[in-house]
């Protein structure tokens, strides 16, 4: 079922973000988000995804404040599905795993579909189908 894994973090200024991954030698794939949103930072040779989101970006994702990182932590860990119907299945196995959706299925941008799920510690998830014929291109 689950093939893939993104790591989303909020930051204050994407283009100062950008510069220093960059200079720590990482690369930058430029096909999967806005550019004024965010940045998909690739790591390592299994090219780990980290989407590094404006803190707006990311706020609209999460529907929760940011917590300053000086007195927590947060992130958005999101799961890909094959089906929209595999985004609507686990839905229901979050909740009967006790888990809390947050934010129900639904479509996102014409192109995505997804719900949001709070596991058992109230880290937020995201499970999404994206129809990537359908992404907007610039």
Same mark, same amino acid.
């Given at each position: ?31 999967? =988000?806005n ?8 790591? !390592? $040779?299994? +090219? ?7 803190? @707006? ?12 990182t000086?007195?927590?932590t ?18 229901k196995?979050? =909740? ?9 299925? !639904? $479509?996102? +941008? ?7 799920? @709070? ?20």
């Open positions: 079922m689950t093939k893939e894994l993104w790591i989303n973090l909020p930051v204050k200024d994407l283009e100062k973000s950008k510069k220093f991954f960059s200079k720590l030698g990482f690369s930058f794939d430029d096909r999967y =988000v550019k004024d949103e965010g940045a998909c930072l690739v790591i !390592g $040779d299994k +090219n780990v995804i980290v989407m590094l989101f404006t803190e @707006a970006a990311f706020q609209n994702f999460t529907g929760n404040k940011i917590l300053d000086r007195h927590g947060e992130v958005l860990f999101s799961i890909d599905a094959e089906t929209k119907e595999e985004v609507d299945e686990m839905a196995k979050v =909740v009967n795993a006790g888990g809390t959706i947050y934010a129900e299925a !639904g $479509d996102n +941008n014409s192109w995505m579909y997804g719900c949001g799920f @709070a596991d058992l510690d109230g880290h937020r998830w995201n499970v999404l189908y994206m129809d990537m014929s359908k992404m907007p291109k610039e």
